[in-house]
């Protein structure tokens, strides 16, 4: 199958994009790496009136550090931050996430923003974004607003965002000193039925804080488990401690059911990899030395 006519636009800055976005007045896609949205045109779930293509926006393919802060913009691909050895030391999470993204074809030309527009319940890009409390920047004609990614979505690949606005940066703060992140696939980089992101500062006395948990593929978005959270901070990670914070999962997940898994399965799997992947952050950050300055922060 291929798509329905449409409307064709390359513009080369971000004022003409949203010029061109805000005439279509809801009609029109915003086209980045295209890795979603070309199949959906394909089969004709999306039959927009126009398509706006803003790869041709340099100022859109930008990574800046600005003290502890981390800003990437919409159009940075997959890979660059794969390969990126500033991101690797700045957002080592994102970093990793990335890597379990597709093949190497989707991460050439996927992109941040459009991962974070596309919305997928399963992404890691938005997982990632969510444990780490992102800001995503957009902008309109209106100008330019700051949306927290844990208030940008209200349903499965849905956002909040209005018809006329377009992702053009997401920033990141000081990551914490320790993450994990583990994902059950059918097969190798297929779309994850769960996926768990956790992340946290580990201080000279053995306890955590700041310690953060999301979940992927389970709900018809993805989800921070803020009553785990504040069970494992101020912990040691004990295996009782895990163990509680996982069981809590199963009274805010409501699980699909689709043709990679059953709505049981992943209500089986959920706290299981939050076991794990919680095991595997005390792990790592045991065979990793203490920065006496962060631990002297706690």
Same mark, same amino acid.
């Given at each position: 199958?291929?798509?329905?006519?449409?409307?064709?636009?390359?513009?080369?800055?971000? $004022?003409?994009?949203?010029?061109?976005?805000? $005439?279509?007045?809801?009609?029109? &896609?915003? +086209?980045? @790496?295209?890795?979603?949205?070309?199949?959906?045109?394909?089969? &004709?779930?999306?039959?927009?009136?126009?398509?706006?293509?803003?790869?041709?926006?340099?100022?859109?393919?930008?990574?800046?550090?600005?003290?502890?802060?981390?800003?990437?913009? $919409?159009? /940075?691909?997959?890979?660059?931050?794969?390969?990126?050895?500033?991101?690797?030391?700045?957002?080592?999470?994102?970093?990793?996430?990335?890597?379990?993204?597709?093949?190497?074809?989707?991460?050439? &030309? @996927?992109?941040?923003? @459009?991962? +974070? $527009?596309?919305?997928? #319940?399963?992404?890691?890009?938005?997982?990632?974004?969510?444990? +780490?409390?992102?800001?995503?920047? /957009?902008?309109?004609?209106?100008?330019? &607003?700051?949306? #927290?990614?844990?208030?940008?979505?209200?349903?499965?690949?849905?956002?909040?965002?209005?018809?006329?606005?377009?992702v053009t940066a997401v920033e990141f703060d000081r990551s914490p000193a320790h993450h994990a992140f583990g994902e059950i696939c059918r097969k190798h980089h297929d779309f994850a039925i769960v996926s768990v992101a956790v992340c946290g500062e580990l201080a000279s006395d053995g306890t955590w804080h700041d310690v953060r948990v999301g979940l992927g593929g389970v709900a018809d978005t993805a989800l921070r488990l803020s009553a785990a959270e504040a069970l494992l901070s101020g912990s040691t990670l004990a295996d009782e401690d895990i163990a509680a914070a996982a069981a809590l999962a199963l009274g805010v997940i409501d699980p699909p059911d689709d043709i990679r898994a059953s709505a049981d399965y992943r209500r089986h799997l959920t706290p299981i990899q939050i076991e794990r992947v919680l095991r595997d952050l005390r792990r790592r950050a045991a065979d990793t030395p203490i920065d006496i300055t962060r631990a002297g922060e706690q």
């Open positions: 199958m291929k798509p329905s006519r449409f409307a064709y636009y390359r513009p080369s800055s971000v $004022a003409e994009a949203v010029t061109t976005l805000q $005439a279509h007045d809801g009609a029109a &896609r915003v +086209l980045a @790496g295209g890795q979603s949205l070309t199949p959906m045109l394909n089969m &004709r779930l999306w039959r927009p009136e126009a398509l706006i293509d803003i790869n041709d926006i340099d100022a859109l393919d930008h990574i800046d550090v600005d003290g502890p802060r981390t800003t990437l913009g $919409a159009l /940075v691909r997959y890979s660059t931050v794969e390969r990126s050895a500033l991101l690797a030391e700045r957002l080592p999470l994102l970093v990793e996430m990335v890597g379990h993204i597709g093949d190497r074809q989707v991460r050439n &030309r @996927g992109t941040v923003g @459009g991962a +974070l $527009a596309h919305a997928d #319940p399963t992404g890691e890009v938005l997982l990632a974004c969510l444990t +780490l409390d992102a800001t995503v920047i /957009v902008e309109s004609l209106k100008g330019v &607003r700051r949306v #927290p990614v844990t208030e940008l979505y209200d349903g499965s690949y849905s956002t909040v965002l209005a018809a006329d606005e377009i």
